[in-house]
């Protein structure tokens, strides 16, 4: 499967973006998909997860009741509604999928053999 991120961009805080992934090549509901992010000079972390098939989500305690994680199986693409922004929420955001990933390792980015390039979000007044 391809992944291409989209929708990043410059917001202030307390605004909301929207980031989509589409699926090229295979059904993304076979796969496992998640949203991780970077910011320069820390570790890629784990932001929210959908399991495949069920639809099941987890989210970071940092994005919870923030963030919400989605998936169009007719556009075949993931996404991931972000609101009440933060300027800590800056940082490059990957998708990725995986048809193995089973919900305990879902915030684990080693698991995760397909990634779609970065975008970046950027929370500043």
């Known amino acids: 499967v391809q992944l291409q991120a989209s929708g990043g961009g410059l917001v202030q805080p307390g605004g909301s973006l929207s980031l989509s992934c589409a699926a090229s090549g295979r059904t993304i509901s076979s796969y496992t998909t998640a949203w991780f992010r970077q910011a320069p000079g820390k570790e890629r972390e784990f932001v929210a997860g959908m399991k495949r098939s069920s639809g099941t989500t987890v989210y970071a305690d940092s994005v919870k009741g923030r963030f919400t994680i989605s998936r169009d199986n007719a556009e075949n693409t993931v996404y991931l509604q972000m609101n009440s922004l933060k300027p800590e929420d800056t940082a490059v955001y990957y998708c990725?999928?995986?048809?193995?990933?089973?919900?305990?390792?879902?915030?684990?980015?080693?698991?995760?053999?397909?990634w779609g390039q970065g975008t970046q979000v950027t929370v500043s007044s």
């Open positions: 990725a999928a995986d048809p193995r990933i089973i919900l305990s390792s879902m915030r684990s980015h080693p698991d995760y053999d397909y």
